[in-house]
């Protein structure tokens, strides 16, 4: 996408906290110094300014939790040349699908007064459910400095990419000390994304995958670890079902491990 006409980007909000439109924000200058690159076409947490599309670059943060955001969806990646899920509610659904190990109509009628009010759909999904991703940013929230990594090299037209690495590898550079081999803590740093700065286990808590699982991360290992240092079944289930455990590969583990 080189060249002298600006981009055009779009930001849009599904289910969500906002807080990933907050990184956005919160670069600050960093985003200001690519404004002779792009036009902020729409970003309503930003500005109440707003371009219809078409666009070349669409944003997308919060999960697909009812039938308007599907249509929703479906309608910017007809507008949009390319679509960055951002966040782990877009690329894995987040905290919104906790509610995926449930039965909906239950769940319902627990949290709110007026169930029959309520139309939403039975799971809350990851964008790419719906629809072809082109590129995806996760964390909760996303890392500004990766988005903004994604966002240069749309720019200048190179194609994307990204270092993954585990967050074991992010405790090391930091020096800390492993909370699982000296605490027995339940910390899924092994099998998930870097991208936090290891922000738990440098405060001595064990990670909770914010980022969302690597490729191949092998939870099964990671479990009978936990189980060695006498962590409970329903324990690690919990924390392989958090805030990515609507992930394939922890969703798959943990229906799985269930079972045993």
């Not at 110094?33 to 036009?39: F, P, S």
């Not at 666009?55 to 990646?77: H, W």
């Amino acid at each position: 996408m080189s060249g002298d006409k600006k981009i055009r980007l779009a930001v849009f909000k599904l289910s969500s906290c906002s807080g990933c439109q907050q990184q956005i924000i919160d670069l600050g200058e960093d985003l200001l110094a690519l404004t002779g690159k792009i036009e902020i076409a729409y970003f309503l947490e930003a500005s109440s300014k707003t371009s219809p599309g078409p666009y070349d670059v669409a944003l997308i943060e919060g999960s697909v939790s009812t039938p308007q955001e599907v249509e929703l969806v479906k309608e910017i990646r007809e507008n949009s040349k390319i679509v960055v899920a951002v966040g782990s509610c877009a690329t894995y659904g987040g905290i919104q699908a906790l509610r995926n190990w449930l039965d909906f109509s239950e769940v319902k009628e627990r949290v709110y007064p007026n169930p029959d009010w309520i139309k939403a759909l039975e799971k809350s999904s990851p964008v790419s459910d719906y629809i072809q991703v082109d590129y995806a940013v996760s964390g909760c929230p996303a890392n500004k400095v990766q988005l903004l990594s994604v966002l240069k090299q749309i720019i200048i037209g190179k194609k994307v990419y990204h270092r993954e690495e585990s967050l074991c590898q992010e405790c090391k550079r930091k020096g800390n000390v492993c909370v699982v081999v000296t605490k027995g803590i339940p910390c899924l740093g092994p099998v998930v994304k870097e991208g936090c700065g290891a922000l738990c286990p440098s405060y001595g808590r064990g990670c909770y995958g914010c980022f969302g699982p690597m490729v191949d991360p092998k939870p099964e290992t990671l479990s009978r670890r936990f189980e060695e240092t006498g962590v409970s079944k329903d324990e690690i289930v919990l924390r392989f079902r958090n805030i990515t455990g609507w992930s394939e590969p922890f969703r798959r583990f943990v229906k799985k491990y269930e079972q045993r």
